[in-house]
Each structure stands twice: as C-alpha cells, then as structure tokens.
C-alpha cells in the first residue's frame, strides 16, 4: 500500500525561485492537508481540502497556493522562495475531517 | 486562537518503566484527541485516537481522555528504548474539515 506519497524528498532552492511539491493518496480520501514543520516546533498548517475543487487555507497560507483538480492530488506551490520557507514539509489525508490523518514521507526544503 | 500545549522535554524514563505524556488544549469544542509518534527525520505516525472520556487501551499504550478539564494523556508501560521519539498530540474540533491542531511534542527518552 502506497498511502501518502510526496515527492521530491528533498530540495534546495535559491531566494525567488518557485517549485511545486507533489502530494498524492491512493487511499480515496476526500480530506487532504498540506503541514510545515521547524525545528522543536508542531506542525502548522498550510492548506487543506475537503473535496476536488475545493481548497481553503490554513494556519500559515501565504507565499503558498495549492489546487485540487482530483481526489488523488493536492500539489502545493511555493512563489518567490525566501529563506523563512525553510522547513519541513509534510502532506497529509484523512477520510472524514475529524479522523486520523495518514502523512507522507515528507520533503526537506531549504531556500538559500 | 485553538491551542494544543505539551512539555516539550526531553523526559527520561528508565527502561521497562511507565511513560506518562500529557496535553491540555484551549477549544472546548474539541471532540477528537491524537497521538502521534515522531522519529528524528520521519513522518509523524498515529499511536492512538480517542473521542470520549475515560481511558482507552492498546498494547502497551493507554490514552487518557478529560474534556472537563481540557486535558489528554498518554501512558506507556514497559517502556523500550525503541519508543525513544517524539510524541505529538493533535486534536481536531467537532467535525471540523480544517485538519488537526498539533502541540509542539514532547521528547521521550527511554534510558536502557
């Protein structure tokens, strides 16, 4: 079972640059999130979406934007890189939006 | 503001002794209660959920449930150096799509 698969695992990119992390669930999950997490800190939340075209922002949305174009995928988009953007970065999906969440691997972002 | 408040540690247990990890969270209407376990440099993974009162039990593991007093709780018992990680607590209010709310974690580590 492959769950929650995120691609690239790891990634370093220069000030201002752009780049989309890739998200996708083969569980048939209606729920997925976006989190990023700094070091010794829990995890924030970006984005989340409820359905196929539907998207809504988190915690901490700006410098992000995502799409939901179909129930398996939920990529996120960085513009214009910045260092505060260093983090960890995790995807998750759940079934119902009060149940456990199920998380990818994680990509390992560093903006330089 | 939803808040999910942990120690954040490191607490140290000897080997084959009792952990006892412990959550409080500010929104009232909460109904749904995480814990997770997190190795250095892994994705976050469920150890237990728990949406009512009292104490539920799996294993080795034993979540504790308090909504009058805000308040989660998560025991280990017979400790093992391999349950050395970081443990998250995350709660999620009533049916609320906008994912889960996590603490910062707390650092266990089990002495052999």
């Known amino acids: 079972n492959a769950g929650v698969t995120q691609t690239p695992k790891f990634r370093i990119l220069k000030i201002g640059q752009s780049m989309t992390l890739q998200c996708t669930q083969d569980?048939?999950?209606?729920?997925m999130y976006w989190y990023r997490q700094d070091p010794g800190m829990g995890l924030k939340l970006i984005y989340y979406?409820?359905?196929?075209?539907?998207?809504d922002k988190g915690e901490v949305p700006n410098g992000y934007n995502v799409s939901r174009s179909t129930t398996e995928d939920f990529p996120l988009r960085l513009e214009l890189a910045a260092p505060s953007q260093t983090s960890v970065y995790f995807c998750?999906?759940?079934?119902?939006?009060?149940?456990?969440?199920?998380f990818g691997q994680g990509t390992r972002l560093t903006v330089v | 503001q939803k808040e999910v408040e942990q120690n954040s540690g490191p607490l140290s247990v000897p080997e084959g002794a009792i952990a006892s990890l412990n959550c409080t969270y500010s929104d009232r209407g909460s109904q749904s209660f995480f814990w997770y376990r997190q190795y250095s440099g892994k994705s976050p993974e469920l150890i237990m959920f728990?949406?009512?009162?009292g104490d539920k039990e799996d294993g080795r593991f034993t979540a504790q449930l308090n909504k009058a007093s805000q308040y989660v709780s998560l025991l280990i018992r017979d400790s093992q150096p391999s349950d050395s990680a970081t443990y998250l607590c995350a709660v999620n209010s009533g049916g609320g799509a906008d994912g889960l709310t996590f603490g910062k974690g707390t650092h266990l580590i089990i002495q052999p």
């Open positions: 998750a999906s759940s079934s119902q939006g009060n149940t456990e969440a199920f």
């Open positions: 979406s409820v359905g196929a075209g539907i998207t």
């Open positions: 569980m048939n999950h209606n729920y």
């Open positions: 728990i949406y009512s009162n």
